[in-house]
């Protein structure tokens, strides 16, 4: 292709393409060099990734446990999204060769004496690790090393991690992992898992000549006493530790590593193994088939309202002839000339729909993409990075439907109006994560941002976001204002007495049940990913409940949107917008029932933390919801009063 284009002189056209050629076969040349690199290289590392517990919020790097780590080689770059959600990946001392098995390999021995108030203090930290089962996570080749158990009905599950140790209790009764191993039998002793057996499975590559690739990587975590350190043998009795050790206790790791050809299992389906023992599929479809019947239900209602009852309303007022007639009528035609009259408090309901916009198309992009494959759990860190850079991009959008409203709303205090709207949200946010940094910071979690992190954090949002916020504001407010279909009278039309069931707050504790109940069952599997560090990878069922929920949203808003103004209370903009955003209660409501009956979060740092990023995740769902709610209650009163003859 290089080639094909001829030139007008000779010596044009063999010193232009020569070049053209020499480039081609130097990219070529480095293709090959480095696919062979790849394949051929003999020599296996694994790296170490940060340790978490269901039992706590606070996740900590490997070093602070005091493994054995290696100090010579220098750590992978992390992306943005990686930093984020606290991992901290390092070089391990753990080296293999390919196909050369190892049993009983030393590693590093560590010593402490209870004496010296800094080794007290790591074996008290490594006690606390074993008590709250805190969870190694290995990486070799990009994939996660797995612990694979039997669990009931004969089914086997692969956790990602490993725990370091676990407890026996005082009246003898095993806590976590101890229950698998019946030698863990001593009272009131910490056993610590010092070896590790390590299973590499391959796949050797058809038709080429160059070598295998891995396809698994499966542990087995053991505990042995090792006492002759030198050369350790990894038999005989478990390693413990008593919980009121005084002296001198030391701690031998070790390892043994063993290859197994797997033909059955092939590069690109590595990951299925990991997947497959989630059995989750069958809840999921049960929880899009119950989404969907709830959208069909209200998609009828909204059908009958809008083929028969608004149809015959319209044909009706249309056949009127007198004035008369027309004083004799009553519903949502009588306040036609009060129903697009502004909000109070306009300017903040402009701001919050602007910030609901961003996120949004922020939220539908990411599911997208992720749908496409692009941020599978095999791009670490990818989902976040995407959603930060997505919503730094989408400032414009922000901008120019906050002003656009806000004008339309009769306001002129722009500068107002787009410094709230570049602001106020990610100002929350950031003020409150800000503050649950500091509490890891605090606690030395890996959690914690640092502080460049945190700056180039705020230079995106400064020098990105907001000027782009400022030019969708400059457009939105540059145009003319929404024409509306009917006249605002002067004087505001007086409400008369309404119901318990048509009182605003009613309607908007009614309105976000629906929309709640399409999401809770894959909010169960967001929540587990998230606190309970599960794997979630059906981005896919995802993509469809978000889909459901935009609907739900929009039809039940519409639906009692529709029963208000036959009420004949003409006051809609913040009603739709919180009777969607009201399945953001339903959302904080479900996250506490989770914190009780699921979690056994302890300490009053991870409960701050907890229920601090559950407030954000609470925040972004509101203006979400109700963004939706909003813009299908404005879509159907300006279509019904746009078919209306008015006078």
């Given at each position: 292709a290089l080639l094909a284009t001829p030139t007008s002189s000779t010596t044009e056209w063999s010193t232009v393409h020569y070049n053209h050629l020499s480039l081609t076969l130097f990219i070529c040349h480095s293709c090959i060099y480095s696919f062979c690199f790849v394949f051929v290289q003999s020599s296996i590392e694994l790296f170490v990734n940060r340790l978490d517990s269901v039992e706590s919020v606070l996740p900590y790097e490997y070093t602070?446990?005091?493994?054995?780590?290696?100090?010579?080689?220098?750590?992978?770059?992390?992306?943005?999204?990686?930093?984020?959600?606290?991992?901290?990946?390092?070089?391990?001392?753990?080296?293999?060769?390919?196909?050369?098995?190892?049993?009983?390999?030393?590693?590093?021995?560590?010593?402490?004496?209870?004496?010296?108030?800094?080794?007290?203090?790591?074996?008290?930290?490594?006690?606390?690790?074993?008590?709250?089962?805190?969870?190694?996570?290995?990486?070799?080749?990009?994939?996660?090393?797995?612990?694979?158990?039997?669990?009931?009905?004969?089914?086997?599950?692969?956790?990602?991690?490993?725990?370091?140790?676990?407890?026996?209790?005082?009246?003898?009764?095993?806590?976590?992992?101890?229950?698998?191993?019946?030698?863990?039998?001593?009272?009131?002793?910490?056993?610590?898992?010092?070896?590790?057996?390590?299973?590499?499975?391959?796949?050797?590559?058809?038709?080429?000549?160059?070598?295998?690739?891995?396809?698994?990587?499966?542990?087995?975590?053991?505990?042995?006493?090792?006492?002759?350190?030198?050369?350790?043998?990894?038999?005989?009795?478990?390693?413990?530790?008593?919980?009121?050790?005084?002296?001198?206790?030391?701690?031998?790791?070790?390892?043994?590593?063993?290859?197994?050809?797997?033909?059955?299992?092939?590069?690109?389906?590595?990951?299925?193994?990991?997947?497959?023992?989630?059995?989750?599929?069958?809840?999921?479809?049960?929880?899009?088939?119950?989404?969907?019947?709830?959208?069909?239900?209200?998609?009828?209602?909204?059908?009958?309202?809008?083929?028969?009852?608004?149809?015959?309303?319209?044909?009706r007022y249309n056949q009127m002839d007198s004035v008369e007639d027309a004083q004799e009528e009553f519903g949502w035609k009588l306040v036609h000339g009060d129903v697009f009259r502004p909000p109070k408090k306009g300017m903040l309901l402009s701001v919050f729909l602007g910030s609901g916009t961003q996120i949004f198309i922020m939220t539908f992009v990411t599911l997208f993409f992720a749908c496409l494959g692009f941020l599978s759990p095999a791009n670490r860190g990818a989902l976040m990075t995407c959603s930060v850079v997505l919503w730094v991009l989408l400032g414009t959008p922000a901008g120019y439907v906050a002003a656009r409203l806000y004008k339309s709303f009769g306001g002129e205090k722009w500068k107002t109006n787009v410094l709230l709207t570049a602001f106020l949200c990610p100002g929350v946010v950031f003020a409150d994560f800000f503050v649950m940094n500091l509490i890891l910071w605090g606690e030395g979690s890996s959690a914690a941002m640092p502080f460049g992190t945190l700056v180039a954090i705020l230079a995106l949002w400064f020098c990105i976001s907001v000027p782009l916020t400022f030019i969708g504001a400059y457009f939105g407010f540059k145009k003319t204002g929404i024409e509306h279909p009917v006249r605002t009278n002067q004087i505001p039309r007086q409400i008369p007495e309404q119901s318990f069931y048509t009182k605003p707050l009613p309607g908007i504790i009614m309105g976000g049940v629906l929309p709640f109940g399409c999401i809770f069952i894959q909010l169960f599997f967001i929540l587990n990913s998230i606190w309970s560090h599960q794997m979630y990878y059906m981005f896919g069922f995802l993509f469809l409940v978000f889909i459901i929920l935009v609907i739900t949203c929009s039809e039940a808003t519409i639906l009692l949107c529709y029963f208000h103004l036959c009420a004949e209370d003409y006051h809609w903009q913040w009603r739709s917008f919180l009777t969607s955003g009201f399945t953001a209660i339903y959302f904080l409501i479900y996250a506490i029932h989770y914190f009780f009956s699921k979690l056994q979060i302890t300490g009053l740092a991870s409960i701050i933390l907890y229920f601090g990023y559950t407030m954000i995740m609470a925040l972004i769902f509101f203006l979400f919801t109700g963004t939706m709610g909003f813009f299908a209650c404005f879509w159907f009163v300006t279509k019904i009063y746009s078919v209306v003859k008015v006078d």
């Open positions: 602070a446990f005091d493994f054995c780590s290696e100090t010579e080689e220098k750590r992978p770059s992390e992306n943005l999204g990686q930093v984020l959600f606290g991992e901290r990946i390092e070089p391990s001392p753990y080296k293999f060769k390919f196909k050369k098995s190892v049993t009983c390999q030393k590693v590093c021995t560590r010593s402490y004496d209870t004496n010296k108030p800094s080794d007290r203090a790591k074996l008290d930290f490594l006690k606390k690790g074993m008590l709250l089962n805190y969870q190694h996570h290995w990486i070799v080749d990009n994939m996660p090393v797995t612990w694979c158990y039997d669990v009931e009905e004969g089914q086997k599950f692969c956790n990602p991690g490993f725990p370091i140790g676990c407890f026996v209790t005082e009246v003898g009764r095993p806590k976590d992992a101890c229950v698998v191993n019946s030698n863990f039998n001593e009272k009131d002793a910490f056993y610590i898992f010092n070896h590790v057996d390590i299973t590499i499975h391959y796949h050797i590559v058809e038709h080429e000549q160059l070598g295998a690739r891995l396809v698994a990587a499966k542990i087995e975590p053991k505990s042995y006493e090792n006492p002759n350190e030198d050369s350790p043998d990894c038999l005989g009795k478990p390693k413990f530790l008593k919980d009121k050790h005084t002296g001198v206790f030391k701690i031998s790791y070790t390892y043994s590593i063993n290859f197994v050809e797997d033909k059955n299992i092939r590069w690109a389906s590595r990951w299925d193994y990991i997947l497959e023992s989630m059995p989750h599929t069958n809840i999921q479809w049960f929880s899009i088939m119950n989404s969907l019947v709830i959208v069909l239900f209200l998609s009828g209602m909204v059908a009958m309202i809008m083929l028969r009852t608004l149809h015959k309303d319209i044909a």
